[in-house]
């Protein structure tokens, strides 16, 4: 038997779900980054092609940033199709930066361009 108790408690649940913004019912799908979100994401990009480019790997810049996406995992996953430029070079690449804050190095970064073999790399 359904006490009135759980009833009410069950309906203010349901109430509370349905009165997310629409992009909050698509757990764990990836979102399409704008406005302030793509800026972030931009700068968690920039922040991981530094890193690459302080060690052995080459010095890419953002040239253009095509699509961007967000997605809550275990972390958050970035993804980017983006135009690099590493010095006059400009190679179109799809880079994802897979963040796990809590892990010591938990930023996993893979970046494959066309024409060359795919990095990857934990900051």
């Known amino acids: 038997m359904v006490t009135?108790?759980?009833?009410?408690?069950?309906?203010?649940?349901?109430?509370?779900?349905f009165s997310l913004p629409n992009e909050s019912l698509a757990f764990g799908e990836a979102t399409t980054l704008s406005g302030d979100e793509?800026?972030?994401?931009?700068?968690?990009?920039e922040t991981a092609l530094?890193?690459?480019s302080t060690g052995d790997g080459p010095s890419y810049t953002i040239s253009k940033v095509n699509s961007a996406t967000k997605?809550?995992?275990?972390?958050?996953?970035?993804?980017?199709?983006v135009d690099l430029t590493d010095g006059d070079k400009n190679v179109n690449c799809n880079v994802q930066v897979w963040s796990r804050?809590?892990?010591?190095?938990?930023n996993q970064v893979t970046i494959d361009c066309s024409g060359?073999?795919?990095?990857?790399?934990?900051?």
């Open 71 to 81: 997605q809550v995992v275990s972390g958050i996953t970035y993804r980017y199709n």
């Open 38 to 45: 793509l800026t972030a994401g931009v700068s968690t990009l």
């Open 101 to 106: 804050q809590w892990l010591k190095n938990g």
């Open 4 to 17: 009135p108790e759980f009833a009410l408690l069950t309906i203010c649940a349901v109430c509370a779900f």
């Open 116 to 123: 060359a073999n795919a990095i990857k790399f934990n900051y």
């Open 50 to 52: 530094s890193k690459l």
